[in-house]
């Protein structure tokens, strides 16, 4: 807005000043000096006016360039890996932490309404699980951030199973943070996929709620073979897919792992 009231300005001042050396004609001096004093204004205008179109045109390329869909850089990926062989794909003595509440009901005195307010007791519950995850590294580049895994489905005999869960990266903590992780190359991290916990019990590890229609339970209660494709994404960067292959014989010291390549496994 300033420009544009500077620009009618210089506009409107080159115009008098020529005016007045027309009109009133005036000695060689001041002639001069009013031609000098119209060519200034003139001068002036024409600055500003450029600067008016360059910021115009940067913005609207500006704008276009929001309005593209990303496209991811050329070489930037991540790299999903597992492999037995690889510290930190297959924990053992895991721990999980659970905390949960415990509501405490009011106290009433003998022959009054008048009680002791609701409270509330607080206990945390630890167990060893065996928790498998997968290597994710950071190819052709010093870092990618805001790196993510989602757990996309679950095939066992009875076919796919929609998931669509994000899964965090260790440590799992409670926390936010853990859906997201920066990654450098050269130091990779985990994501965490799946545990089975003492009493073998198999569990999606997902901070965030589970779809209505996946009950965890009924999903892993038979003996089988169990396919989980997970997906590792961050913006401008090439995704990469990693089957795993889980061979359950309903004890957590007898599960087998392994990479699964695509359609190497069908369930039958």
Partial sequence: MREIIFCIIGLAGSIVWAAL?????PGPFWQWTLWTAASIFVLAFVILLADLLRQAVKKKRTQNNLNKPAIPEPGRALRANFSKDIPGCIDKNATLTTSQSLNTQPIYPPNTTLGVSRGSLAFATS????????????????DIAECRGQLLRVTNADGPHKIDAILPFAPFEERS?????HIYNGTPAFLNVFYITETNRIHIKSHMNLPSSVDEKQLFE????YVFTVRVMAPNCESDTIYLLLDWMGEARTAEISLSKIGGWLPS
């Fill in 127 to 142: 167990e060893k699980i065996t928790l498998f995850s997968i290597q994710v590294a950071a190819l052709n580049a010093p």
């Fill in 21 to 25: 050396a027309v009109l009133i004609q």
């Fill in 222 to 225: 038979k003996i089988g073979k």
């Fill in 177 to 181: 943070e853990a859906n997201l992780r």
